[in-house]
């Protein structure tokens, strides 16, 4: 749709990146672009890169000014921890994954509430910073709900004339032409998907494939996967991307302030009970924290409970060997 360019402004004394919308696309196009422009001028959030300015060329080509921004894709992590790359594993492990994760929602987060959705998530719209930044970028489709129609008719179904975004990342309800929060959050959880896993939430060999995967087919549970060096996806972080890509919107998260929340529960290490598993989890980390806080006398329990096994043993051997 545009062209990006590093460009110095003069008067500030800094460098700029300088969308420029390519002459020879049609008006729907531009009106994109135009609207690109004056959303992401209007989000102020910290990874949401900002607008300076908009404006035309003298051969009234349209333009706008942003920040700068240093760094990588998310799509260029995924491929290097898709390749095994050691150094890209021990920077990308898994607390530093749920922390871009919360990033990204929190950006998301401020975007609903200013009646805004992204509605084309997918990791190369994501941006790493080298200090720890996570920008959410590419507002062209950008744009308010529609209604929420659950009986969408089936001449609907038809991308061209309503569908924006892309195919792999979208939600089944996009198909349609119906965009809502909702399906901003399967975006994002088939991203999250990506992250964790490193395989794709939908594959399909033509795009008539990856619509029935998107419309029919249920995601392989995250935990299932086990990869080489970074072993096998919690079954906390599997249980929350799999709530997101609920082919039922209603059974989503309620909002992604919510899903923010619960991926900050995971990272504070009081997760939800779901099972067996979740809850041995929970238990240890519950036992972490008293630890923490009544070391002093807490610990010589601990180790009286623990040894306790151990001098039982001994007096069995004891008077079984001496009488």
Avoid at 4 to 28: E, G, H, I, M, N
Avoid at 185 to 199: I, K, N, T, W
Avoid at 236 to 255: A, D, Q, T, V
Wanted: negative net charge; charged residues 25%.
């Amino acid at each position: 749709m545009g062209q990006v360019f590093r460009v110095r402004d003069p008067r500030l004394a800094r460098t700029v990146a300088l969308k420029v919308l390519q002459s020879d696309l049609p008006a729907s196009v531009a009106a994109r672009f135009e609207n690109e422009a004056r959303l992401t001028g209007r989000l102020e959030h910290p990874s949401i890169p900002p607008v300076y300015e908009y404006g035309e060329t003298e051969e009234n080509v349209p333009y706008f000014a942003l920040k700068l921004l240093n760094g990588e894709t998310l799509e260029d992590v995924i491929k290097r921890l898709r390749e095994q790359d050691q150094t890209t594993h021990e920077k990308y492990g898994f607390p530093e994954r749920l922390r871009i994760c919360i990033r990204l929602c929190e950006a998301l987060e401020y975007a609903h509430s200013q009646g805004v959705l992204h509605r084309d998530i997918k990791p190369e719209n994501v941006m790493l910073g080298p200090f720890g930044e996570v920008w959410l970028l590419d507002w062209g489709v950008a744009g308010p709900p529609t209604a929420s129609d659950d009986e969408a008719p089936q001449e609907r179904l038809t991308e061209e004339a309503t569908f924006m975004g892309t195919l792999e990342f979208a939600a089944p309800e996009q198909l349609a032409g119906v965009y809502s929060s909702a399906s901003d959050q399967y975006s994002l959880g088939a991203v999250f998907y990506e992250l964790f896993v490193l395989e794709p939430a939908h594959r399909g060999q033509n795009r008539m494939e990856l619509m029935t995967a998107v419309l029919q087919e249920v995601p392989k549970t995250p935990e299932l996967f086990k990869k080489p060096i970074q072993g096998r996806v919690p079954r906390e972080i599997s249980n929350l991307i799999k709530k997101m890509l609920e082919k039922k919107s209603e059974n989503r998260f309620e909002s992604i302030s919510a899903v923010k929340e619960a991926l900050q529960t995971i990272v504070g290490g009081d997760i939800q009970v779901v099972c067996p598993h979740t809850l041995t989890k929970k238990t240890m980390h519950r036992i972490g924290r008293l630890l923490d806080n009544h070391n002093y006398w807490l610990m010589p329990l601990l180790l009286l409970w623990l040894l306790y096994p151990l001098y039982a043993l001994c007096d069995w051997l004891g008077s079984r060997l001496f009488g």
